[in-house]
C-alpha cells in the first residue's frame, strides 16, 4: 500500500496545486491521498475524477497527521530537497511494500524529518512536489504504473491527432434490459425505478454526476437475480463486473446495502473482510435512497431507524441516523421535507 500525505495544504492558495499532487498520486500506483485541512470541495473534484476516468483510489482531507504517522506501521518516506539522492536509496526503499509519502506544501514541520524513516531529494534545486512525487513513484513502481488498466465511465483512445472518447455507461433503457437478462424480478425492477426516482430527487439538490447516480440505481439490486441475502450486493458487484461496468458503477451497488457495513460487522456476517461503506456523494445517495424505499413507497427515516432499534440493531440506525442528516445537510433541507414535495 502506498498512501501519499499532502502537509500544509492551503484552501485559499493550493486548490489546484494539491489537486495535481492527488492527480499524480492516482496516476502513478498510489491508492489513497491524505490531506491535512479539510476540503470538501478538494475531495469532490477527486471523486468527480475518479468516477469518470476509474479505479479505487481514495481522498480524504482533515486529518490529523500526528495521530496517522502514529499509528502507521509502514515507512516513512519525506519528500525533500534537502534530503538524499533518489538514486542512492531506491533499491532500498523498493523492498517496502506499506509507504506513507509526504509531500509538503508550505515550509513542512520540523519534527517529519526525525520521523521520517527516509529523507529524500529527487533534486537538491528547487522543484515542485507534483513533480518530485511523480518521479519518485514512477522510480518506485519502475514504470508498471503505465501498464495499470482502468474502467472509467469514459475511455480516452490514443490519437496522433484530435479526441476520441468512448462514453462506457449504459442508459436508463439499457440498464432496465440488463436486469431483465441476467434474471431479475419485475418487483425487483420496479423497486430499482422507484429509487432512482428518489435518488436523482436527492442529487438534483447537490453536485453529484445524475448519470451515474441513475445507472447505480437502476442497477444496485442486480444482485437479487441470484440471491435475496445480505450477500446480494457482492453478488451484484460481481455480475456488474461479468459485464464489464465501470468501477464506480461496481462500489455504489457493493457498498448500497443499509448505511454501509463497516468491515468488522461484514466479518460476522459471513462477508468477505471488507468496507462495505459508500464513501462518494454518488455511493451515499443510492445507498440512502434506497433505504427510504419499502415495498415502492417512499418512507420517512424515522421509521427504518425505530424498526432498526426494535430489532437490536443500534449501530446500525445511528449510520442511517448520520447519513440520512449528512445528505440533508447537503441538500440545504430534511430529506423527509424534499421527498414530499412535488
Known sequence: ??????????????????????????????????????????????????????????????????????????????????????????????????????????????????????????????????????????????????????????????????KEVIDKLPTAEECIDILRKVGCSENVIEHCKKVREV??????????????????ALLHDIGRSRTHGIEHGIEGAKIARELNMPDVIIRIIEN???AGIPREEAEKLGLPPKNYVPKTLEEKIVAHADNLVDDNQVIEIEDEIRKQIEKGNIDYAERLRKLHDELSRICGKDLNDLLKEK
Open 199 to 216: 435518488a436523482l430527487k436527492i442529487a438534483s439538490c447537490t453536485d453529484a454526476d445524475k448519470r451515474i447516480v441513475e445507472v447505480g
Open 1 to 162: 500500500m502506498i498512501i501519499v500525505l499532502r502537509l500544509g495544504h492551503r484552501i485559499d492558495r493550493d486548490k489546484r496545486i494539491t489537486t495535481h499532487v492527488a492527480l499524480v498520486a492516482r496516476a502513478f500506483g498510489a491508492e489513497k491521498i491524505l490531506v491535512d485541512n479539510e476540503d470538501h470541495s478538494l475531495e469532490r473534484r477527486i471523486e468527480s475524477i475518479v468516477n469518470r476516468f476509474g479505479g479505487d483510489f481514495e481522498i480524504e482531507t482533515g486529518v490529523n497527521w500526528k495521530k496517522f504517522i502514529k499509528k502507521w506501521k509502514g515507512k516513512i518516506i519525506h519528500l525533500t530537497m534537502y534530503g538524499l539522492p533518489l538514486s542512492r536509496v531506491i533499491d532500498e526503499i523498493r523492498k517496502e511494500k506499506d509507504l506513507l509519502v509526504i509531500v509538503g506544501s508550505e515550509k513542512v514541520p520540523r519534527e517529519i524529518y526525525n520521523l521520517a524513516d527516509y529523507n529524500i531529494s529527487i533534486s537538491n534545486q528547487p522543484h515542485s512536489e507534483v513533480s518530485a512525487l511523480a518521479i519518485f513513484l514512477d522510480r518506485y513502481f519502475q514504470g508498471e504504473w503505465e501498464r495499470k488498466r482502468y474502467n472509467g465511465i469514459i475511455e480516452i483512445k490514443p490519437s496522433r491527432k484530435g
Open 256 to 258: 448500497h446495502l443499509g
